[in-house]
């Protein structure tokens, strides 16, 4: 694994912040999936150990559907979604790229993802979330 850079994200208002331990060079997962869709979310995959919550713990509201095993959290502010523990990797956070501060960002690449098909495809992303 590539070197590991501190990156910082917030939901749009900036109520709720955080910042994660990830490569400069990153892989991001655009998934079909219904919520995926509709509200645009690209997905970086990372340890739970690599993610911290730096401010908004009380303005977030958490969703779930279907399984719900995936949590979504969004800003009770803005609404946006800036990460979420995803139902293929509860081990993991999935953080919102659109919500990526990219000053440390070299590159990246999107990589599309069949989630419409979840359960055929899920184990693709199972990786992405160990240490």
């Given at each position: ?47 739970k ?38 139902r ?44």
């Amino acid at each position: 694994m590539s070197e590991l850079a501190t990156h910082k994200g917030q939901c749009h208002c900036g109520a709720v912040s955080w910042e994660i331990q990830a490569p400069r060079t990153m892989r991001l997962d655009e998934c079909n999936c219904s919520i995926c869709n509709m509200h645009g979310f690209q997905h970086l995959i990372v340890p739970k150990s690599r993610f911290t919550l730096l401010s908004g713990k009380d303005n977030i509201t958490t969703y779930t559907f279907n399984s719900h095993i995936a949590q979504h959290y969004f800003c009770k502010t803005c609404g946006i979604e800036s990460y979420y523990i995803p139902r293929s990797n509860p081990d993991g956070y999935s953080i919102n790229f659109r919500c990526l501060d990219r000053a440390n960002v070299d590159e990246f690449e999107i990589v599309p993802f069949d989630g419409v098909n979840w359960e055929q495809n899920a184990g693709k992303l199972a990786e992405l979330s160990k240490e």
